[in-house]
């Protein structure tokens, strides 16, 4: 058995000997494997075994010599490999040789070594309909069928070209993952947005969802189908399997009936002297004057199996040029404001399998006009309307000749405002200038007021996170509180930085980071955007990347996200992708390249769109964002002694690269979250710890974070009274804020240090940034040590460490296996054979037969809500041990 990993190589699998023989990229040998990261795997009818990467071409495996010869692209061989990302490989019944890669379908001629190339042209409607090719099938009639990500498409031997079907010829969606042929002859595709049954005969789709019992709605490229014509689809959630010929369809045809008819938004009774003189069943005709202008009907398909997926289509011929289409939500059509004159009202239906009533029903509509829109009254208007055409051109000629006396008195008095207006243009600068100083102030101190209450946040976040007995969900949600109110953060730093270029004020901040970690971090924060726009995101490492560097993280993270977040904004369909290399001699250059499949930005446009508030409109995409996000992005790395580059084609897409400067720092980079340590107190005699800060929900914080772990505290809340206690009770230590009233935290240190009882006093500085860096330089000189607001608890608790020599008493961190299962929070445990009941799943490997138990469970009783959160989230990891211990502790009564 073979397997294919996504940087990891490929690997031989031998059932009997349970062993593994792996293959790698080995750069110093040309017979190794050519990329690791290996996607298709296909052996051929010859035999020949072949091996497609993403990133490195095509691989032929020789077994038995164990070598591998590549076919890769050459940009100077136009019979090589169209694109190194390879994604599909297919042999056909003629024996052609068929690969799909992101950058068009080839055919591979195995004995030359030749390829062909068929691509997308945006200006031939008979070519691929995308680059991106995820699945090829050949039916039994032999044709050829390729899916992409942006459409699906039946190839022509003959004349070489592509009929191409998306979402307007009835397809859910265009990614197509996956394509099968059942013994009918309807291909079956996957898709992101659900699983479409193509008829290619009445070239018609018909589209199942999870509301139909699929697994969800996003299919991935898993697909199978089994000797006896068993269809296997996975996806998000699993996968589903099932018999093609089992899953019927409903062709009853729904009578359509008309169910109400309202003017202004009232129903109107039926009764010889209204508009309905006769039941709505059976009326032909309405006839209403033009004071009646909205008027609506109401209709419904006489079909109650799934009612809610009927579908429906209205048309007022005389009005509309084509059918609306509506669906079960929404049965009904409003006009207003219609013009005299006859129409006919047409309603026609389907049932929830898509079958449609097309003769529907009609109505006739007769709306009688106003006088003035009547032909005698249209005729005497044009008569007075040329009437006095006529009489006004003679009364112009002659105002034209006072005017021209007028003019030249005026030319005479403008020049005299002109004067005085270029005073005042010269004062309103000035006062611009000073209300843009104003604005960064008021930028600064507004950010400053934003951070106490995130510090509240997010500080207590931590707090509760350090409690024992969390269950895994309480720990979920108090994870998303910390990212939210540190993604806030990072919005309000991001105000201040603006405010802060303009004011040029920025400065680079360097601390040692792990590059990779940062990456991820960002990756997975443009992921949750990408995925809603089905989008498919990237990631290469061209070189090896060094784990500690030195630099500006913060800085860093925000030019990646800016360019990553334009690349999805601006990307409808395919993927947006970021390579990055490292240069590990002299130079230390990081190279980031952000690269979409989007709308482009025209030549002429490539420099404007770095300046601030520029957003160039292009058709069919709509604006979006405020136009300053390059504008920062450029600054930054400028400031960073960076480069930024940028090519673009029209309709095909934008590579973004940024090149700096980053030193490789040795050590191991360490991340936050591993070294989380569960500190419960510490050894030694007790210490003292003053608190300052003007602010009381900080100063709670402080409190309820120290004064558990064994601290006297004392608090203050200005310098002053800071200044009182510390001489009153001689504190091991100050945690001392910078800004407050009465007296700042410099004035603090400097009265405190003249004090020789308070000589052995260690001060631990607590502020935010500010937009006077310089003095706050001073303070931050002045400290012993310093930690930034909001707090980062497993920070502050380390220079405590430090400062006061002091060794901290912790707990066992649990172990992975114990830490995730948790009680049932004083739940219920359900009975033993419901326990059995859901073991016997577990075993058979039916996830959602245990989420089927698991909802009747919290239908009979919601005590057991905590029990089935546990299970449901291993469930959802597929983590079929976890359950099965999680459950042998309920049943043993442990938990
Ligand atoms: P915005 O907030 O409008 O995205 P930016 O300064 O980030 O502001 O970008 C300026 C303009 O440059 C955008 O409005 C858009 O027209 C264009 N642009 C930026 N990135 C891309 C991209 N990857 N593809 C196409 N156009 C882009």
């Known amino acids: 058995m073979w397997v294919g990993t996504e940087n990891g190589g490929l690997n031989k699998f031998e059932r009997e000997r349970g062993q593994f023989t792996h293959y790698q990229h080995n750069s110093n040998d040309p017979h190794s494997l050519s990329h690791n990261f290996v996607w298709p795997i296909y052996e051929d009818r010859t035999g020949d075994f072949w091996i497609g990467t993403f990133g490195g ?171 006896d014509g068993k269809m296997f689809f996975g996806g998000d959630r699993g996968f589903n399997a099932f018999y093609p010929q089992e899953i019927k369809d409903n062709d009853y045809i729904p009578p359509i009936v008309l169910t109400d008819f309202q003017l202004f938004n009232e129903s109107v009774p039926v009764s010889a002297d209204s508009a309905v003189p006769k039941s709505l069943t059976e009326i032909e005709e309405i006839e209403l004057s033009y004071q009646d202008s909205v008027f609506s009907f109401e209709f419904s398909a006489l079909h109650y199996s799934d009612p809610e997926t009927n579908q429906y289509a209205y048309m007022l011929e005389g009005f509309d040029k084509d059918w609306n289409y509506t669906n079960a939500k929404r049965r009904f059509a409003t006009y207003t404001n219609l013009d005299g004159g006859e129409y006919v009202f047409r309603v026609k239906g389907s049932n929830s399998d898509g079958v449609w009533n097309e003769e529907g029903i009609s109505v006739k509509i007769i709306i009688n006009p106003p006088f003035w829109q009547t032909l005698w009254f249209r005729t005497l208007t044009v008569t007075l309307v040329l009437g006095s055409v006529f009489g006004a051109f003679n009364l112009r000629v002659r105002t034209i000749q006072t005017q021209r006396r007028q003019l030249k008195i005026q030319v005479n008095e403008r020049t005299k405002e002109l004067k005085t207006a270029k005073e005042k243009a010269e004062t309103a600068k000035e006062e611009a200038e000073i209300a843009n100083q104003a604005k960064s102030v008021f930028l600064a101190n507004m950010s400053h007021e934003l951070r106490t209450p995130l510090n509240g946040i997010l500080g207590y976040a931590q707090i509760l996170k350090r409690q024992a007995n969390l269950s895994g969900r309480q720990k979920n949600h108090l994870n998303i509180i910390q990212s939210s109110g540190e993604h806030l953060l990072t919005l309000i730093n991001d105000i201040l930085d603006l405010g802060k270029i303009e004011a040029q004020k920025v400065e680079v901040e360097v601390n040692n980071f792990n590059l990779l970690a940062m990456i991820r971090h960002v990756l997975n924060i443009t992921k949750i955007n990408a995925e809603e726009k089905d989008l498919f995101i990237h990631y290469k490492e061209r070189t090896p ?28 369909h395919g993927s947006v992708t970021l390579q990055v290399s490292y240069q590990e001699d002299d130079s230390n250059l990081l190279s980031c390249q952000i690269e979409d499949t989007g709308i482009g930005i025209p030549a002429e446009k490539l420099e404007k769109i770095f300046d601030p508030f520029t957003q160039i409109s292009v058709e069919g995409a709509s604006i979006q964002g405020t136009g300053l996000g390059l504008t920062i992005t450029r600054e930054l790395i400028a400031l960073m002694k960076g480069t930024l580059s940028v090519e673009s084609k029209m309709g095909q897409g934008s590579v973004f690269t940024v090149e700096l400067r980053l030193p490789v720092v040795s050590g191991v980079a360490t991340n936050v979250e591993e070294i989380e340590r569960h500190v419960i107190g510490y050894k030694g005699e007790r210490k003292r710890v003053l608190a300052v800060d003007d602010n009381i929900t900080n100063l709670s914080v402080l409190v309820s974070l120290l004064e558990p772990l064994g601290f006297d505290l004392i608090m203050a809340e200005n310098g002053q009274e800071a200044v009182r206690q510390a001489v009153a009770s001689k504190p091991d230590l100050i945690l001392l804020d910078f800004i407050m009233p009465l007296m700042d935290g410099l004035d603090v240190i400097r ?64 172990t992975a296996e114990t830490s995730t299962v948790s009680s049932p929070e004083g739940g219920k445990v359900p009975p033993g054979e419901i326990l059995g009941a859901i073991e016997q799943k577990v075993e058979r490997g039916d996830f959602s037969g245990i989420e089927k138990i698991l909802k009747d469970l919290l239908n009979k009783d919601v005590d057991y809500a905590a029990f089935c959160d546990n299970i449901r989230e291993f469930a959802n990891r597929y983590e079929d041990e976890r359950i099965l211990k999680y459950i042998d502790l309920c049943k043993r009564g442990q938990l």
Request: net charge negative; with cysteine.
């Open 57 to 227: 071409g095509l691989n032929k495996f020789d077994r038995d010599t164990e070598q591998f010869v590549r076919y890769q692209h050459n940009p100077n061989d136009p019979h090589s490999l169209g694109n190194n990302s390879i994604a599909k490989l297919y042999e056909d019944s003629l024996g052609e040789f068929w690969i799909g890669t992101t950058g068009g379908l080839d055919k591979f001629d195995r004995a030359t070594g030749q390829f062909s190339h068929y691509q997308h042209n945006p200006d031939d409607p008979h070519s691929l309909s995308s680059d991106i090719v995820a699945s090829i099938y050949e039916d039994q009639s032999g044709s050829l069928w390729i899916g992409t990500l942006g459409g699906f498409n039946k190839f022509d031997r003959k004349t070489e070209t592509f009929t191409r079907y998306g979402t307007k010829d009835g397809l859910p969606n265009e990614v197509i993952t996956g394509i099968l042929e059942d013994a009918q002859g309807n291909l079956w595709l996957s898709t992101f947005k659900g699983l479409s049954k193509f008829n290619p005969q009445t070239e018609t789709f018909k589209t199942y969802t999870s509301s139909d019992g699929l697994q969800s709605d996003r299919f991935s490229v898993g697909h199978y189908q089994s000797k």
């Open 545 to 572: 990347l060094p784990e500690l560097v030195r630099g500006d993280e913060r800085k860093l993270k925000q030019i990646l996200l800016n360019l990553l977040g334009n690349a999805v904004k601006y990307t409808k």
């Open 751 to 814: 009265t405190t240090r003249r004090s020789p009882e308070l000589q052995h006093t260690r001060i631990i500085g607590v502020s935010a940034t500010t937009l006077d860096e310089a003095h706050k330089r001073d303070f931050v000189v002045a400290c012993d040590d310093f930690v930034s607001k909001p707090v980062k608890i497993e920070l502050l608790i380390d220079k405590i460490e430090q400062q006061l020599q002091i060794e901290w008493l912790v707990k066992k961190p649990e």
